[in-house]
């Protein structure tokens, strides 16, 4: 398949604003950009359909430029419901530095990362809206979605200039670096139109430009900080086991839909993948190999196999075989106890408040709901030695089926 059939077969282009897109894609190399602005140190997963796009368009020989917006994030582009919060300058370039390793990363350093703090801080406000506010209409911009939205609730001038803002990035990379066609997610179609029409009608030139649809989870929610749901890029902020446990998860009605857009598996190759998964779905063939494309594209093949190893582990015998980093790690943010050698199981659920009552301690030993790295318990007098210990510091201990904590001892 050609560039564009492809992307076409993936579901990626939803809103188009040029005359012959096949021709652009599928033609000789040109210079294209997407931008984000830098309202935290990483992407997250909301980002990256938007990122392996773009890798998709470098894979095939058009050149990738991505705006981060040291400018324009000090602003805010406006939300459906409410004004962004400011953020301060160093905060602001603390998050462009995290975000230009990543992309840098990723890319093989073949990505162009470009702030447009660097071009908006020499041009004076009077400038701006001669040269620039003096083609846009007002009726123009109040007919844009998301200014329309905010209307009744109140939009404050700073985000209304929001889309002058970006439609000028375009015109300046096109002046500066011959950059014709902007990609983006389809909730910034209203600001790229901004952009193109700012072209044709100062410079008389036609641009181009794509919006991919917004990719949501089963519940029907973007992927994003303000969601509540963000997995972030950075291993350290999300580590590898978690984004494996979230893709294995992934729901049977949005796996495929997955494969097409955060992998680089041929139409071929997810077709079947998608049959042997339909034959036999309880084994997650297709979540299993979104997993692996997927954590292998963005960190590397050793972490993949290391999140792989650590999943089965946690489940098995295999359990031993982990250090007390690879389960602190894995399990982020499961309630934590401290440890003290010779003390009973029943001592032990009650003086950590993992049980209510001894009654209660009781009855989940003798239903064999008490699991202590995997091994259920059902003796009250069982002493939890160290012995018992992973790594020599550390327990897992389960509750039912899906009560976890964990238990540390400090030597």
């Not at 890029?233 to 992934?250: E, F, G, M, P, R």
């Not at 031993?320 to 499961?334: H, N, P, Q, R, W």
């Not at 003390?343 to 209660?360: M, V, Y």
Request: aromatic letters at 10%; one cysteine or more; hydrophobic letters at 35%.
């Amino acid at each position: 398949m050609t560039l564009y059939e492809d992307l076409m077969y993936r579901g990626l282009i939803k809103d188009v604003a040029s005359s012959d897109l096949k021709k652009v894609l599928d033609g000789e190399p040109i210079s294209f950009y997407w931008g984000t602005d830098p309202t935290a140190d990483s992407l997250h997963i909301g980002h990256y359909s938007s990122l392996i796009t773009a890798k998709r368009l470098a894979n095939a020989g058009h050149h990738p430029v991505l705006l981060v917006g040291g400018a324009t994030g000090l602003i805010g582009d406006p939300r459906p419901t409410a004004e962004r919060e400011i953020i301060s300058k160093e905060t602001v370039q603390n998050n462009i530095e995290g975000i230009k390793k990543q992309v840098e990363k990723l890319f093989d350093g073949k990505a162009e990362v470009v702030n447009n703090y660097d071009w908006f801080k020499d041009i004076s406000l009077i400038d701006f809206l001669r040269d620039t506010g003096k083609y846009i209409n007002i009726n123009y911009m109040l007919d844009k979605d998301i200014i329309r939205r905010r209307l009744e609730t109140g939009i404050t001038f700073a985000e209304f200039t929001y889309t002058l803002m970006q439609g000028y990035d375009f015109l300046h990379l096109y002046e500066t670096k011959n950059v014709v066609m902007q990609v983006e997610g389809s909730d910034q179609w209203g600001n790229i139109t901004t952009g193109v029409d700012l072209i044709g009608k100062k410079l008389g030139k036609e641009v181009h430009a794509f919006t991919m649809p917004l990719i949501l989870d089963a519940n029907g929610n973007k992927f994003g900080k303000s969601e509540g749901n963000a997995l972030w890029l950075d291993k350290n902020k999300t580590s590898s086991y978690k984004l494996y446990q979230y893709l294995i998860n992934a729901d049977d009605s949005k796996v495929e839909e997955y494969l097409k857009v955060f992998t680089f598996l041929s139409k071929e190759e997810i077709e079947d993948v998608m049959k042997k998964h339909n034959e036999k779905p309880e084994d997650r063939i297709a979540q299993r190999t979104l997993a692996k494309e997927f954590i292998t594209d963005l960190h590397g093949k050793e972490e993949y196999e290391k999140a792989e190893r650590i999943s089965r582990a946690l489940f098995t015998d295999e359990i031993y075989t982990l250090s007390k980093d690879d389960i602190l790690g894995a399990l982020e943010g499961v309630p934590t106890f401290n440890l003290n050698d010779g003390e009973t199981i029943l001592d032990l659920l009650i003086n950590n408040n993992i049980c209510s009552s001894r009654r209660e301690a009781r009855e989940f030993l003798t239903a064999g709901a008490i699991k202590v790295n995997n091994k259920a318990i059902n003796d009250e007098n069982e002493i939890i030695s160290l012995d018992k210990l992973i790594d020599n510091s550390i327990l897992i201990l389960k509750k039912g089926k899906k009560n976890y904590f964990i238990g540390i001892y400090n030597k």
